[in-house]
T-cell receptor, first 110, second 112 residues
Framework: NAGVTQTPKFRVLKTGQSMTLLCAQD?????MYWYRQDPGMGLRLIHY???????AKGEVPDGYNVSRLKKQNFLLGLESAAPSQTSVYFC?????????FGPGTRLTVL | KNEVEQSPQNLTAQEGEFITINCSYS?????LHWLQQHPGGGIVSLFM???GKKKHGRLIATINIQEKHSSLHITASHPRDSAVYIC??????????????FGKGTHLIIQP
């Protein structure tokens, strides 16, 4: 099992550009999450999904959209990137309470 | 919404020392998580506990539900234990289907 994978690992965007981060899990988990991690702050929840076709807002959802068309994939989109979205993004999936994290995507918005 | 406080924020110790990291939270929960983040950035789950104590190798986690407090201990610390240790709880009382609320982490350095 690959566990939780994220694509890409690194990305540099210019302000106003758009992009999609892909999270994939092969553990058949229902719950999936997108977090961002910024220096001096704990991880913060952006959006989450409790099953295929469902999404919900987390603590910091503004500027992001998500989709869960297939159970194994959870996509995070930035429609018009801003420098404030420079961060490390982690995806996670959940089984029985324990969360399994992807390796992270380091995004820089210039 | 749950608030999580960890202490200390930074800790430097000598190899072999006994390490304690503390976590306090504000809202009653069903389970608390301890996570480890290595310098490369990856995050792994160490413990999920709802009562008492759990042990895995040299790591021990305890929780006091009444006092809303948990501790992570490392016995016979080693330089490879150097990492950021993060405490996390559900944002509201309940199982945490709606994600976790995280502490800011404790940056641990073990010197040889």
């Amino acid at each position: 099992n690959a566990g939780v994978t994220q694509t890409p690992k690194f990305r540099v965007l210019k302000t106003g550009q758009s992009m999609t981060l892909l999270c994939a899990q092969d553990m058949n988990h229902e719950y999936m999450y997108w977090y961002r991690q910024d220096p001096g702050m704990g991880l913060r929840l952006i959006h989450y999904s409790v099953g295929e076709g469902t999404t919900a807002k987390g603590e910091v959802p503004d500027g992001y959209n998500v989709s869960r068309l297939k159970k194994q994939n959870f996509l995070l989109g930035l429609e018009s990137a801003a420098p404030s979205q420079t961060s490390v993004y982690f995806c996670a999936s959940r089984s029985g309470g324990e969360q399994f994290f992807g390796p992270g995507t380091r995004l820089t918005v210039l | 919404k749950n608030e999580v406080e960890q202490s200390p924020q930074n800790l430097t110790a000598q190899e072999g020392e006994f390490i304690t990291i503390n976590c306090s939270y504000s809202v009653g929960i069903s389970a608390l998580h301890w996570l480890q983040q290595h310098p490369g950035g990856g995050i792994v789950s160490l413990f999920m506990l709802s009562s008492g104590k759990k042990k895995h190798g040299r790591l021990i986690a305890t929780i006091n539900i009444q006092e809303k407090h948990s501790s992570l201990h490392i016995t016979a610390s080693h330089p490879r234990d150097s990492a950021v240790y993060i405490c996390a709880v559900p944002p509201y009382s309940g199982g945490g289907a709606d994600g976790l609320t995280f502490g800011k982490g404790t940056h641990l350095i073990i010197q040889p």
